[in-house]
Each structure stands twice: as structure tokens, then as C-alpha cells.
């Protein structure tokens, strides 16, 4: 008999690209949640993708209790860190809402399922000097309300665990690119200005904050790194998701108008620069790379899928 999965914001960016990864093995069925307008591009039967408010408690229960699924894959979150002081409340609401229902529901179903809780590495916020790269021990401290809610998340997951003797792993990914991300984010929003310059419809790049080091990886390796803790992470455990290496966003910027087929006037946007921002994250990838994870797909390689992509939507 198939194994029942279920990817809660499975119609999202990392959503789409987990299903598609997941419906290579066919010891699985899978089942998606989506909300809103979100349409999820991959190929499932219109009966395994569920439109749902995960913040209505009944309409939760009742989709848990209908597929009693056998491994969860939980993403479902409003997912912006550059506006989300605009929108804080909404943010906090939403994110801690879900969380509660969700794990107040697979309580009370006394769930017997493997459950990987996504949260992020705004998790960690600033970084004190000698504390990177960052391990999982590293002291939480949110710059943003989006971090926060995360936390909120993150937390509510371990409690969970720990207290109701839910099957629950944590994963805190750091940033990550492909094709399909919004134009919301850093790596996304230049590739996307790139494509529209090239056909004319932009005269030059906006961008904020280039100082600022991130740690970039591929959404296929992420999604593969899930796929991994779903098997092989430790029940109550939270592993980092990485690199294992910083760039600048000068350096991804330089790289993109490398492969731009037009000259590119570049322009700082206050409007682009954050109320606070980390001057640097890079992940310590050890307790997951014990596991097997490895990277495969280059950076440079990831940024021009991007670029690739968004030439094809605009």
C-alpha cells in the first residue's frame, strides 16, 4: 500500500518543487494544500490538491482526519521578511494560527505521522562576531516580525513534540533560489528586472542593501535535504539547511548582469533598503551533512535557471 504524504503550501514556490520531487517515487500518494490564488504547476489529479484555510480549525480537522496521511510535509506559512513590519499582524496571526490548529488537530487525532515542520533561518537573526557560521545552538534573535512568527512556529513544533509524542523534525533552511520563486525576493527581483531591461520594458536595476552576505542554494538540493530528513532526522531534532558558504549580493548582482544580454544601469532604491538588516548568514551545514546531504547544483548554475525563467514570463 502507498504511503500517504502531505504537503501543506504545496502549491508554493518550494511547494511545487517538493511534489515534483516526490512523484518520482511511486511508493508515494501525494496530497497538496493550496490557498488563495496559488496554482500549483506540477502534474496531480485535481482530487489530491485540497484549497484550504489552514487558519479554520474545522476545515483543518476535517482534511487530517480524511487523509490521515502517513508523512507530513508542513511549509504552509505567509512567507515575506522585506515587508513584514507593513504587515506584522497579519503575519503573526496567520503563521501562529495554522501552527496551533494543525498541531491541536493531529493531538487530538493521536497522529502516528512523520511530520517535518519547515522554519527559516531568519530564525537566528543578528550574529555576534565569532559566531559564524551558524550552528543550530545559535541564539534566536529576529530582526523582523516575520522571524518572529517563525519562531512562534518553530516552538510551537518542538512543544508539540515533546508534550503530545508527535512524530516532529525541524528543518531552518537558509536562503534559497529557482525558477518559479516571486519577483519578492532578492535573487528573483534582479533576475526579473534583467529580463524586463532586455525587452525594453525597464531602463535600469533598482536594488537595496548589496553588502549584505547570504548563504544561496538551489531549491532542488533543499527539497532533497526535506526528502532526506523525512527519512533519516531525528525525531525533536532541528537541522540547518545550506551552502555552507556566504556571497554578497553585490557578487550574485555581478553575476546576473554577466549574463545579461544588454547593458545594465544599476540604481540604489530606498524603498529596497530594510528598517534592519543581517550583515552576514552562512549556515553550518555538519549535523545534516552526517545524514548524506551534499549540494550538487552550483550557485552560478541556480542563477541562470533564474534568469532563464523570468526571460520566459516577461
Same mark, same amino acid.
Given at each position: ?109 493521536? =497522529?502516528?505521522?512523520? #511530520? *517535518?515542520?519547515?522554519?527559516? $533561518? ?8 565569532? &559566531?559564524? @557560521? ?113 556571497? =554578497?549580493?553585490?557578487? #550574485? *548582482?555581478?553575476?546576473?548582469? $554577466? ?8 540604481? &540604489?532604491? @530606498? ?44
Amino acid at each position: 500500500m502507498k504511503q500517504k504524504v502531505l504537503i501543506t503550501g504545496g502549491t508554493g514556490f518550494v511547494g511545487n518543487h517538493l511534489t515534483e520531487l516526490l512523484l518520482k517515487s511511486t511508493e508515494l500518494e501525494i496530497h497538496a494544500t493550496s490557498f488563495g490564488s496559488q496554482i500549483s504547476q506540477v502534474n496531480l489529479p485535481a482530487s489530491q490538491v485540497h484549497q484550504i484555510d489552514l487558519t479554520d480549525f474545522l476545515a483543518t480537522k476535517q482534511l487530517l482526519t480524511q487523509l490521515q496521511p502517513d508523512q507530513i510535509y508542513h511549509l504552509a506559512a505567509i512567507t515575506t521578511a522585506s515587508n513584514s513590519f507593513a504587515h506584522a499582524s497579519k503575519i503573526l496571526l496567520n503563521n501562529v494560527e495554522l501552527q496551533l490548529n494543525f498541531f491541536q488537530v493531529l493531538t487530538e487525532l493521536k =497522529s502516528q505521522a512523520r #511530520i *517535518l515542520v519547515v522554519g527559516s $533561518a531568519d530564525e537566528y537573526g543578528l550574529s555576534q562576531p565569532g &559566531e559564524l @557560521p551558524i550552528t543550530e545552538e545559535h541564539p534566536l534573535r529576529p530582526i523582523n516580525p516575520y522571524a518572529v512568527s517563525k519562531i512562534a512556529q518553530d516552538m510551537l513544533a518542538y512543544a508539540y513534540g515533546q508534550a503530545q509524542k508527535l512524530d516532529v523534525i525541524r528543518a531552518r533552511p537558509f536562503n534559497h533560489i529557482g525558477p518559479g520563486q516571486v519577483g519578492d525576493f532578492a535573487v528573483s527581483a534582479f533576475a526579473k528586472q534583467i529580463a524586463l531591461i532586455e525587452v525594453g520594458k525597464q531602463n535600469e536595476l533598482l536594488v537595496g542593501n548589496l553588502k549584505a552576505k547570504r548563504d544561496f542554494s538551489n531549491v532542488e538540493d533543499v527539497v532533497k535535504a526535506y526528502q532526506l530528513l523525512m527519512s533519516k532526522g531525528e525525531p525533536g531534532q532541528v537541522y540547518n539547511i545550506g551552502s555552507g558558504q556566504s556571497v =554578497s549580493m553585490e557578487w #550574485i *548582482l555581478s553575476e546576473l548582469i $554577466a549574463l545579461a544580454k544588454v547593458k545594465i544601469e544599476v540604481r &540604489e532604491d @530606498p524603498a529596497r533598503l530594510r528598517p534592519s538588516d543581517t550583515p552576514e548568514m552562512v549556515a553550518d551545514i555538519s549535523k545534516i551533512t552526517e545524514l548524506g546531504f551534499k549540494i550538487q547544483v552550483p550557485l552560478k548554475q541556480s542563477l541562470a535557471r533564474v534568469l532563464d525563467y523570468w526571460r520566459k514570463q516577461v
